[in-house]
C-alpha cells in the first residue's frame, strides 16, 4: 500500500513539475515577441526629497499579457535573463524611459534599472550614449541602478563599466542595498552618486531596533563620502518620521506615490511641483 502511495504521489509530482516547465517555455517564448507586439509598457514612481519636492521618477517595466494578464518584473525579468530576450527588454526600457523623461521640467530625473545581463553587456555604454542622443535628454538627468551583485562579480571590470557610464556624464545609484554581500567599502571603490536603502530595512523600521541601527550606519557612512541617501518602500508616516530624523536625503515607497503610467504623474513631471498631492498615492 505503502509503495502504491508512493509511486501516486511520484505522478502527482511529476505532473506538477511539467505543468511548471511548460507554463515557463511558453513565457519565454511570448517574451521573446513581447517588445514587438508593444505589450510592455513603463510606470512611474516619484521620489521626492526630504524638502518635499519631487526630484525625479523610477521607471519600473511592465508586461501586458494577452491571456496572463498583468506579469510583474518579479516574475518576468528572471525569465528573460535566462533565456536570452533580456536583451532587448533592457534596450526598449532605456529607450522608452529616455524618450519619456525627455519631456518633463529640466530638474526632474529618472532612474532606470539595469539589469545584470546588460551592466556585463559590452555594448552598454553605447547603448546609454545612443537612447540619450534620440532622445535628446541631458545626461545628468539619466540615473542607471545597479546592485550590488554585479559590482563584486568582478570588481575591476565594473569600475571600468561605471568610469565609462560616469565620462557620460550619467548618474549611478547602488539599488537594494543592505540585501547583497553589502560592504560600505563600495562607496570608495566605486563612484556611486548615491545609496538606496533597500525596503526591507524601512519596512521594520519602529518596531525593529536592528533596522534602525543599520539605517543609521549606513546614513551615517554615506554622509560621510557625501553620497545621499534614499530610503525605498516608505509606506507609514512613522517610517517617514524616522527617517527625517535620521537625515535621510530622499524617499521613496507607496507614502510618497505608487507606481503608475506617466498620464496621472504628468503634472509633476512637468511642473517640477511641490508636495505630491495625497490622491496621487
Ligand atoms: P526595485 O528596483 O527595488 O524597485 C522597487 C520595487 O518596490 C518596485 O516593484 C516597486 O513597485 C516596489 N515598491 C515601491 N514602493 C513600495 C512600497 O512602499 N511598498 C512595497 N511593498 N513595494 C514598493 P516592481 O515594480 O514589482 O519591481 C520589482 C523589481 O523588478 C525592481 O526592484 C527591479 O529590480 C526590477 N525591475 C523593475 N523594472 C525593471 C526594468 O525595467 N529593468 C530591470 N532590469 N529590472 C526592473
Ligand atoms: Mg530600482
Ligand atoms: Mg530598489
Ligand atoms: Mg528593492
Known sequence: RAKHEGRGLTRIFTNAMDRQLRDRRAMEHDLRSAVDNGELYLEYQPQRHRDGKITGFEALVRWQHPLRGLVTPGEF???????????????????????????WDE??????????????????????????????????????????????????????????LKSLGVMIALDDFGTGYSSLSYLQAFPLDRIKIDRSFVMSLGSNAPSLAIVRAVIGLAHGFNVPVLAEGVETNEQLSILMRERCDDLQGYLIGRPHKAELYAEYMKAGAGPLLKTAS
Open 77 to 103: 525579468i528572471p525569465v528573460a535573463e535566462d533565456s536570452g530576450s533580456i536583451a532587448k527588454i533592457d534596450e526598449w526600457v532605456l529607450m522608452e524611459a529616455c524618450r519619456q523623461a525627455s519631456s
Open 107 to 164: 530638474t526632474m530625473r529618472i532612474a532606470v534599472n539595469v539589469s545584470a545581463a546588460q551592466f556585463r553587456r559590452e555594448n552598454l555604454e553605447q547603448q546609454v550614449r545612443t537612447a540619450l542622443r534620440e532622445s535628446g535628454l541631458p545626461p545628468s538627468r539619466l540615473e542607471l541602478e545597479i546592485t550590488e551583485g554585479v559590482l563584486i562579480e568582478d570588481i575591476s571590470r565594473a569600475s571600468q563599466t561605471l568610469k565609462s
